[in-house]
């Protein structure tokens, strides 16, 4: 499987979902886990380019994907990608618990659609659930970062976020 | 500079975006389940599917033969671990009934999801798998869930108590005013309403890890908890390990909206078993779990009165409550309800008030504070009331309103419960707010609408409300037999190289102190916010602090923080006067320097101050090295937000469906920091409020089972059910601390689930419906409609 540009190879339990893969063994931890039924999108991430919650997908599914998580959008520098910029310039996180999937979810959205209206923003984040921002702030940055055409911005090389940090002795003994 | 312009970037007032975002953003953020911790074993309790039912044994020995398991435990094989049960700090009487409450139940289970037995494992996942191999015997007990059923006391929750009832709090100063109100009024009203069990849903869910550290005996516990301070003296009393050697840590929390202002089980148990088995222990709730087992909101029955003379003028306002505690008393759960107590009459004069409350005990989760607490239900049951009022005296629900308002110039106002208003100016909310709706064409286009037949109705719903928050001057707290103080600690430090620490006893999780602090900081030291850092959710490093909820934060910390900041300063120059040989009262500071007063060549920058303090060669005599300040702040007085917000609802006849198509908020929370994050608050705080009138509730059915325990029914709504806001604000400072800021963190929850009702009834009420229980879905909205249309046939 290769995630944010770099190539991995684990033997894993069939059971192990690609949430519990990112997070446990590679010691990617921006992808959270929300809830047990798909219903709030925090785990989002790109599978071949197309936005899917990882809480439903085995780890085995994704075998010889090409995964991006949160951590794979920034360039190699740290310079954030145009949709994190737009959430950071209008105020579109709060907790930040629902923020990787939600901008994931906006960058697989953009790529499909690169000039949605407002309501093709509601209705295509309607997957991911925020508890805090009612959603005002983050309609308005998905708005702005369509009109700064990050629909077609590049994802960040694939270098920035392939190294764990902190989680690199996480594999196994994080959970 | 014209009045009108900005604030230069990054000062108190401009719209800085926040310094905490970009680790957030990129999924540098460390949340609790995100930290690796080599060796620790998982927790997973096995938790009670009955409602009510006494335990007669558990057996765990199949359990401890299951793969990866290193121990399991009963409730009754932990009773050794506990000091004492489970803390309830507010016995708000002192004949308030409170059951032991303990981590884990040991004869009875109280409601599913009452946890009965835990096991401890290598991994989460085989912890859980042994959760099957337990077996429990249960003696099912007939469950208690309407809450009038529980206050019959036909079958009792907990035995021992005799009763269902934990208490009767009455506020009533002067009760034959309120009678002589009545007697003599020309017009009264007289509602019951549902205030329907939320369940907080913050998206993080709650976790816990607790390390045992290699050296000096030190317990750290992470936990993802709104309260790390509260916690660490709590954590400390029901183990029995000394306070000084536990040391809570809130990392990255995923939002809390009053859920995780508790002491929880799991903490407690993962703490316990951490000095039982001598390894990290961690615990990670599922979503299931965190809809079962932890608190949930509001959950009360309401009965309120109005008396009013012939012009619609309030005389009196009288009020039952009766309110559903759950099955056990939590941190807080017999107070939530006072918390509105004192606010039932809104913003109107009232010359007479009583207000009184019978909490009783239920076999459902406990309820505490949610986002709100307390006001939010006081404001839902004043606000439907004054509508209906208005339907009575037959003038415009504005109309109503600005009739009752209490008046601009009598502020600070003493109100008939016994509270100080400190500062308000509804009618300039009220207007604006109606101006920016556009109140006077919508009123015509439901006129047009009406007389033409159609069946897509308009509602238009007012919302003017007052709450108290900052909590809190804890005298007041006091006389509420609150078990602790309200006040706030704050140290800012100027380091050598001249960045500046700031430790706070707040605990964020979502509202950006580290932005407000910092700005705060260098607004008053002339430096940048992003050479301020902000410490905070550590009690190693902030060993006080009262933590963060009841929008309390800014006015209590946030002064706590600018007053050392002022602290500092006053060293500084007293250092820098020195060093210039003037006097003090000769310096003047500004742009990050210290000058003498008309000879600006004399002066010395903060940034070598900070240096020749931390030298201490040349100080004035009797003068400390080091520029530090630290301030505990109480505050004398609440402060009081307010504001008054418009909803406006097409509902359709046929469907029941109703739709929210535009929303206008004014809000006056004082002066504001940053207008950015004070948007925000409001903005989500609506969300919410507008959830609980349209479409969430904790659904039980008659044998206590949670019906809504996932996120797939229970509806937290998405972006595509919810409009783009209209937002704005007046300004009141508040005079009870220096900045005159007030809160923002709950008042758009407090403000938006009445305007939203009243534009549901408002809608209908050609159609006869004059009142709905929440959430309106399109079901219960058909069902007023056909009962209104038999009504009349």
Known sequence: MTVNGKTYEHEVEPRLLLVYYLREVLGLTGTNVGCDTTSCGACTVLLNGESVKSCTVLAVQADGADITTIEGLAGPDGKLHPIQEAFREHHALQCGYCTPGMVMAVTSLLRENPHPSEDQVRFGLEGNLCRCTGYHNIVKAVLAAAAAGAGSAPIGAGTAGAVPTGGAVAGGGAR | MSATQAPAAGTVGSRLTRLEDPALLTGEGRYVDDLAVPGALHLAVLRSPYAHARIRSVDTSAALSQPGVVAAFSGADLQQEWASPMPCAWPVTPDMKNPPHYPLAVDTACYVGDGVAAVVAETAEQAQDALASITVDYEELPAVVDLEDAASDRVLVHESLGTNTSYVWELNPDPEAVERAFAGAAHTVSERYVQQRLIPSAMETRGVCVVPQPYGGEYTLYSATQIPHILKIMAGLTTGIPESKVRVVAPEVGGGFGSKLNVYAEELLCLALARRLRRPVRWREERTENAQATIQGRGQVQRIELAADSEGKLMAVRVKLLADMGAYLQLVTPGIPLLGGFLYHGVYHTPAYSFSCQSVFTTKTPTDAYRGAGRPEATYAIERAMDALARKVGVDPAEIRRRNFIPTESFPYGSTPGLVFDSGNYPAALDKALQLVGYEELRAEQARRRSAGETKHLGIGISSYVEMCGLAPSRVLASLNYSAGGWEAATVRILPTSKVQVVTGTSPHGQGHVTSWSMIVADKLGISPEDVEVIHGDTASS?????????????????????????????????????????????????????????????????????????????????????????????????????????????????????????????????????????????????????????????????????????????????????????????TPSPTNPMGVKGVGEAGTIASTPAVMNAVVDALSPLGVTDLDMPASPMRVWEAISRARQGRN
């Open chain 2, 543 to 731: 060993p006080h602090g009262m933590d963060t909820y009841g929008s309390r934060s800014l006015s209590v910390g946030g002064t706590a923080v600018y007053l050392a900041t002022e602290r500092v300063l006053d060293k500084a120059k007293r250092i820098a006067a020195h060093q210039l040989e003037a006097a003090e009262e000769d310096l003047e500071f500004s742009g990050g320097a210290f000058s003498v007063r008309g000879s600006p060549e004399r002066s010395m920058p903060l940034a070598t101050v900070a240096f020749e303090a931390f030298t201490a060669h040349n100080l004035p005599e009797g003068t400390e090295p080091t520029l530090e300040a630290s301030v505990t702040w109480d505050p004398p007085n609440f402060t009081f937000p307010f504001g008054t917000h418009v909803a406006v609802v097409e509902v359709e006849e046929e469907t029941g469906r109703i739709e929210l198509v535009k929303y206008v908020a004014v809000d006056d929370c004082g002066n504001q920091v940053n207008p950015l994050l004070v948007e925000g608050q409001v903005h989500g705080g609506i969300a919410q409020g507008v959830a609980q009138a349209l479409w969430e509730e904790a659904v039980y059915d008659k044998d206590g089972n949670l019906l809504s325990a996932t996120l797939a029914d229970y509806l937290v709504p998405a972006a595509s059910e919810l409009p783009s806001y209209v937002t704005d604000s007046t300004v």
